[in-house]
């Protein structure tokens, strides 16, 4: 991997930016109402829109609203949310942390159930376990997330009380220290379980296909000739090239997993954005949804581009064309 | 390379036609396409599955039993004789709900699906077959349309316009084209340097007759295995959608059964076990269709 190649790749990001912004900026201004209803609501009070109407320059021919308008945006200053009285960033940066939790929980784990599946499955192709895992992933990837998360609720919480059915904590449960760390733990893990579920799918169908495709290849037949173990060629030989595509996979799925998330909080009662985003849809608190949207995006953006670089790093024969 | 031989600059490309159609697609092997896919155990699942929703979407007012909005029954009953399904709190039908449930993913399947399928193939066929500066341009534009997320943007959109239909289809739409276009690219790439084409090319034919005649053909069929995994995925995004309750308010869907159905789940656990079944059939034909589509047609997942 040149620094010619980490050079370019990180140029690529600006026009990207510059595009989400502009999608915000063009959907707060195609609005019905126009900008000011978008950004204020309908429900303000005169001096909060001459606030906002500063803020964003709304008063101002269009080109010197969208650079205040990014302006703003790249600072991280959305503005006040008229419901809640505070800046939206603020409202946001308090609810991230459960979010963030439960997402990444879900990425870690899948991504190594995922894997370790995949090449458990193409070690014994066409075996009654290969045809286990394949058909659990194909079955787990067409469910919807919400109904899985359902179904989890009603046979492993609501029936046989293994699991805690809503929330993070127990209320009046302990509150700090190792305590309260298990107590989230335990009302963590079904939720992680089912948001897991699709990704693991995802990864193991694209694992094992790859481990497949490397077994047959030249090199595995001289690792297998040359006397190492099955296992040794499996893992070192045959996975580790498969894993290529793997990383992209599990790079470009951000958007989709947090999407998964924010469903999954709503079945589990999880205090994380989904709460937040659905009032601000029903209140039309456009700078919170602006900035969950922007928030999301910047994630995704940030996802590829780390993908990117660690594929180049991980293949020597990538090159920026 | 393209655009060297401008419509206007041919006397009579009329008489071209012939030159290098590939017979690969024509009708009697296509026939035996459908055949092969029927063959394998996942390919007949995938075509009933998908047949099914179909037919359930095209026929719901003569297969729900009831008006699904309307009372029918007792409230929250399970499922029996009366009503397969059961009913919900307000005693309502839930197989009639399913049942035109199936029309609203229908709907919203096909025409997203028209709407990726015009833009992705436009795109890719313009990128592939143009090359140079257009193709660069173009791709910078697909990359960026799969970073978006749409399910917040979508989510954004509804609050801004308020939710309905054919937002829904559009935001998922104008969202969802960028891999298609991606594939059609890829395919139109290499389909322009094949003999065929070359000795169309040579023989005079313009680039508009290329495309639409020796291209396109061959290209599409690329195309339509992946939009049914594509498709999919948007039928899943829109079940999300309308579990949070985001969906039409005017229509039945399936996620919107599945979402009222949450404060029910300690009494009514059918509420949310039909309608997600109802889902889960609907994707996993749709992706058992693209998967042994794709698996007939040789290409790579």
Redesign the interface.
């Known amino acids: 991997m040149t620094g010619r190649y980490v050079g370019r790749r990180l140029l690529q990001v600006l026009p990207t930016v510059a595009g989400i912004v502009l999608v915000g900026f063009l959907l707060i201004h195609l609005a019905p109402g126009g900008p000011i209803i978008a950004l204020a609501g309908d429900s303000g009070d005169d001096e909060y829109y001459a606030f906002m109407t500063a803020k964003f320059g709304l008063d101002r021919p269009l080109p010197e609203q969208l650079a205040t308008y990014a302006g703003n945006v790249l600072r991280g200053d959305l503005g006040v949310s008229y419901i809640q009285g505070r800046p939206a960033i603020d409202v946001i940066a308090e609810r991230l942390p459960a979010t963030l939790l439960l997402a990444g929980t879900a990425l870690v784990g899948s991504s190594v159930a995922g894997v370790a599946l995949g090449a458990w499955a193409a070690a014994r192709a066409h075996s009654i376990r290969d045809l286990a895992v394949t058909s659990a992933a194909l079955v787990l990837y067409a469910a919807p997330v919400f109904w899985l998360g359902q179904l989890a609720l009603l046979t492993l919480a609501l029936r046989t009380g293994l699991f805690p059915v809503q929330g993070m904590t127990t209320a009046g449960g302990p509150e700090t220290g190792l305590a309260w760390a298990l107590d989230v733990a335990r009302h963590l893990a079904l939720p992680a379980l089912v948001l897991a579920s699709q990704e693991v799918a995802a990864v193991a169908r694209l694992t094992r296909a790859g481990v497949l495709e490397e077994l047959a290849a030249d090199h595995v037949r001289t690792a297998l000739a040359k006397g190492l173990s099955d296992r040794r060629v499996l893992v070192r030989h045959a996975l580790r090239r498969a894993l290529l595509p793997v990383v992209t996979v599990i790079g470009s799925r951000p958007g989709h997993l947090l999407a998964g998330t924010i469903v999954v909080e709503v079945v589990f009662g999880w205090p994380g954005l989904s709460r937040l985003l659905l009032t601000s849809v029903q209140t039309r608190d456009t700078p919170i949804l602006l900035g969950i949207f922007l928030l999301v995006a910047a994630t995704v953006v940030l996802a590829n581009l780390v993908t990117d670089l660690v594929y180049g790093w991980l293949d020597p024969r990538i090159r920026y064309r | 390379m393209a655009g060297s031989t401008p419509a206007s600059a041919i006397a009579d490309a009329t008489d071209v036609a012939p030159v290098g159609r590939v017979g690969a697609l024509g009708r009697a092997p296509r026939r035996r396409l459908l055949r092969r896919i029927l063959q394998t155990p996942a390919g007949a699942a995938g075509v009933s599955l998908t047949l099914l929703v179909i037919v359930v979407g095209l026929l719901a007012d003569l297969l729900a039993p009831t008006d699904p909005l309307v009372p029918a029954g007792p409230p929250l009953a399970p499922p029996s004789p009366a009503h397969l399904m059961g009913t919900d709190a307000l005693g309502r039908d839930l197989l009639s709900g399913v049942v035109y449930g199936a029309r609203t993913s229908l709907v919203v399947v096909f025409a997203t699906g028209a709407l990726v399928l015009l833009i992705g193939v436009t795109v890719g066929t313009v990128s592939g077959y143009r090359g140079g500066r257009v193709d660069d341009a173009l791709m ?1 534009v697909t ?2 349309f ?8 979508a ?8 939710p309905g239909l054919d937002l829904l289809v559009l935001v998922l739409g104008l969202t969802s084209w960028a891999t298609l276009a991606r594939v059609v690219r890829a395919e139109v790439l290499s389909l322009s340097q094949r003999e065929f084409v070359e000795a169309a090319r040579a023989s005079g034919a313009s680039d508009t007759r290329i495309v639409v005649l020796e291209i396109l053909p061959n290209a599409l069929p690329a195309a339509v295995v992946y939009l049914g995994l594509l498709l ?1 995925q948007v039928l ?2 829109e ?2 959608l309308g ?4 969906g039409d308010p005017n229509l039945v869907s399936w ?1 919107y059964l ?2 009222q ?2 404060r029910f ?2 009494v009514a ?1 059918w509420l ?2 039909f ?2 079944v109802a ?3 609907a ?2 034909g749709l ?2 269709l693209g998967d042994a589509l794709t698996d007939v047609l040789g290409g790579r ?1």
């Open positions: 910078r990359e960026f799969q970073v978006l997320p749409r399910f917040f943007l989510i954004m959109a509804i609050a801004l316009f308020g999919a899943l995004l079940a999300s579990f949070l309750g985001l996620g599945a979402g159905a949450q789940l300690r656990w949310s076990f309608p997600g889902i889960a059939f994707v996993l992706n058992l997942r």
